[in-house]
């Protein structure tokens, strides 16, 4: 079955960095485009950063723009999160998310999210 499987959250000072990692399963990884999501207490989810099946393109929220990158390895199944000059705002659990074509319908799998606590 489908499992995606976060990582490299933590605590982490302002300014500092961090590298999520989510391992996936279950499905040809290098066919699907991977997003990146996060969700902070009381606010609802949003979406961080996204990258085609390929890698060749990507797109940053407004609110990461210039702070991080999203990359992966198809040899690998693993897309990443590189993040810089986290501000306490970016506290949240981050989500991998991926949406698979089944029966003519769209299905969306999630990890179970990895949090990032930004502070001093």
């Known amino acids: 079955q489908v499992q995606l499987v976060e990582s490299g959250g933590g605590l982490v000072q302002p300014g500092g960095s961090l590298r999520l990692s989510c391992a996936a399963s279950?499905?040809?990884?290098?066919?699907?485009?991977m997003l990146w999501y996060r969700q902070a207490p009381g606010k609802e989810r949003e979406l961080v950063a996204t990258?085609?099946?390929?890698?060749?393109?990507?797109y940053y929220a407004d609110s990461m723009k210039g702070r991080c990158t999203i990359s992966r390895d198809n040899t690998r199944y693993t897309v990443y999160l590189q993040m810089n000059s986290l501000k306490p705002e970016d506290s949240a659990v981050y989500y991998c998310?991926?949406?698979?074509?089944?029966?003519?319908?769209?299905?969306?799998?999630w990890g179970q999210g990895t949090q990032v606590t930004v502070s001093s």
């Open positions: 279950g499905f040809t990884f290098s066919n699907h485009a």
């Open positions: 990258i085609t099946s390929s890698g060749g393109s990507t």
């Open positions: 998310n991926t949406k698979l074509l089944s029966g003519g319908n769209y299905n969306e799998y």
